[in-house]
């Protein structure tokens, strides 16, 4: 039986209105949505990350994907 992998992706809206998404791997669940919205606000505020769409402007969503990783012996 695989791993389960947990990635929290938060999608920005960047000022050329592209996608620029931050990824965090194994996040502290249970997701709060609320923290994870001020924390985005602040992000964007901050003026903290660009892209190479340029600056971040508006938030776009926020999903936890959780897959599963089989590795197999060559």
Do not use: C, H, W
């Given at each position: 039986?695989?791993?389960?992998?947990?990635?929290?992706?938060?999608?920005?809206?960047?000022?050329l209105?592209?996608?620029?998404?931050?990824?965090?791997?194994?996040?502290?669940?249970?997701?709060?949505?609320?923290?994870?919205?001020?924390?985005?606000?602040?992000?964007?505020q901050?003026?903290?990350?660009?892209?190479?769409?340029?600056?971040?402007?508006?938030?776009?969503?926020?999903?936890?994907?959780?897959?599963?990783?089989?590795?197999?012996?060559?």
């Amino acid at each position: 039986m695989g791993s389960k992998v947990k990635t929290l992706e938060l999608s920005f809206v960047t000022e050329l209105n592209k996608t620029a998404t931050i990824s965090i791997e194994q996040p502290k669940e249970p997701i709060d949505v609320e923290r994870v919205k001020a924390a985005m606000d602040t992000i964007i505020q901050q003026g903290a990350l660009t892209s190479k769409s340029g600056k971040l402007v508006a938030k776009k969503d926020v999903r936890l994907i959780e897959r599963t990783v089989n590795d197999y012996s060559l």
